[in-house]
């Protein structure tokens, strides 16, 4: 039944939300971002309550689909900044490439290490290990606004930092 409703107002709405989410997210792969929105909506279908429309409800489950999408794309980017990707030894590898990867990650511990504490903590949380804010809030037992805040400061110091390092070269 449920499955039926939802294939139904896929038909209806799909076009819709592709729109939304191509504006709301930008380029990229929308077609999986609208999959992800009717599997949301299949999976919470038991607590729809028909309070608003069925419209509203899955343009509110793509709202935060967007925004999922936005802060996955937002951690690649600053794991890019950071050079912090994992590093596989491939054939490929030249022992200068292997080189400069050390000396990049060798900075950036001596950056992160350079923040103050509460920088220090929330960028390895948040940035490195990957954790939400609610998981950061929890483990520093701060609200979860100032994880933000904090993460936010935290990123602005350590790129200064990096740019500060880059100059003394």
Avoid: C
């Amino acid at each position: 039944m449920d499955s039926d409703k939802i294939s139904e107002w896929f038909y209806q709405y799909n076009k819709d939300i592709y729109h939304f989410l191509l504006y709301y997210v930008g380029s990229g792969d929308i077609d999986d971002l609208v999959q992800e929105v009717f599997i949301r909506a299949i999976k919470s279908f038991d607590t729809y309550q028909s309070k608003s429309s069925e419209k509203t409800w899955l343009f509110s489950i793509a709202r935060n689909v967007g925004i999922d999408e936005i802060r996955r794309r937002k951690r690649a980017r600053v794991k890019t900044a950071l050079r912090f990707t994992s590093f596989e030894q491939k054939e490929e590898q030249t022992p200068e490439l292997m080189l400069k990867w050390s000396e990049n990650n060798r900075d950036l511990y001596k950056v992160i290490n350079s923040l103050k504490s509460n920088y220090r903590d929330v960028i390895i949380l948040r940035a490195l290990k990957e954790l939400s804010v609610p998981e950061t809030a929890d483990i520093l037992n701060w609200n979860e606004n100032k994880v933000r805040i904090t993460y936010h400061r935290a990123l602005k110091a350590l790129k200064d930092k990096r740019e500060d390092i880059k100059y003394e070269r």
